[in-house]
């Protein structure tokens, strides 16, 4: 399936700008960079959360298609609905315990008194307190192998790619926020393990749905395409880790002996 300028925007007629039945832009422009920044200062949450969420439940990628080619006004700003999403979601985690300030760092191997173990705690922290834009990060790496390696030729562009897989990162962190709450009752946390298997089978669905798939190799091909974002992000994350334990040290070293040199402000 090839998408693009050459798909039908509106069923009416096409004199002017702006269908004079449903007033909606005939041919919406193509999605760019600019334009997904400027959805952070859109209007807040125009269309309603609640058709937003059920629509991306029920026919993701289908619902997004139609946001991007036919009205822009269907759904909740992509970068609007993630915040909204993310913030449930980390508030679910609050509730079960697990924020930031409930980081088992002995479970997680580190002391805290070696000067690396303080790096890498401190980039776990860093990466609590940026979700958001770790969630966008996401997106655009996804957003980066779905366009160059996976559907060359399906029409789409970055930017396209990056909104579709905003919309679906939000919603996955929906549903696990949504399962989360309905599990706090019985005080039983969800497993990582379990909120990768949602992501990855609900991303994978995404994917599949924006491009038409039905048939084996097409729902395989999807789920291997955000398989491989999910294996970039954490050969990334490796690396940066890594590159924290081995440099940051003597960076810090370096800061605290430069802090030691300074004069000390009288009391």
């Not at 949450?45 to 006004?73: E, H, M, N």
């Not at 790619?161 to 599990?183: D, F, H, K, N, R």
């Not at 940066?240 to 081995?246: G, Y």
């Amino acid at each position: 399936m090839r998408f693009g300028p050459s798909e039908e925007a509106c069923d009416h007629d096409r004199q002017g700008r702006f269908c004079s039945k449903c007033g909606r832009e005939i041919d919406p422009p193509r999605m760019t960079f600019k334009a997904l920044m400027a959805e952070l200062s859109a209007v807040w949450l125009q269309k309603g959360f609640r058709q937003t969420a059920i629509g991306l439940l029920v026919a993701p990628g289908r619902q997004v298609r139609r946001y991007l080619f036919k009205d822009r006004l269907l759904l909740v700003r992509p970068v609007s609905y993630l915040i909204v999403a993310a913030a449930f979601h980390l508030w679910v985690l609050s509730l079960q315990g697990m924020d930031r300030g409930h980081f088992d760092d002995a479970a997680l191997g580190f002391t805290g008194q070696a000067p690396k173990d303080k790096v890498v705690l401190a980039a776990i922290g860093w990466l609590y307190d940026h979700f958001y834009h770790f969630a966008l990060l996401q997106a655009a790496v996804a957003a980066l192998l779905l366009r160059f390696v996976f559907y060359r030729r399906s029409g789409l562009t970055l930017p396209e790619y990056t909104i579709l897989m905003t919309y679906g990162l939000a919603e996955s962190l929906l549903i696990q926020g949504i399962i989360g709450l309905a599990l706090l009752p019985s005080q039983i946390p969800l497993p990582g393990s379990v909120r990768l298997l949602i992501g990855l089978v609900y991303n994978g669905w995404v994917i599949a749905d924006m491009h038409g798939a039905r048939r084996v190799t097409g729902l395989l091909k999807a789920f291997a395409a955000y398989l491989a974002a999910i294996g970039l992000i954490f050969v990334l994350l490796i690396g940066a880790v890594f590159a924290l334990e081995t440099e940051g040290p003597a960076v810090m070293n370096e800061v605290q002996s430069i802090e030691g040199t300074l004069p000390k402000s009288a009391p």
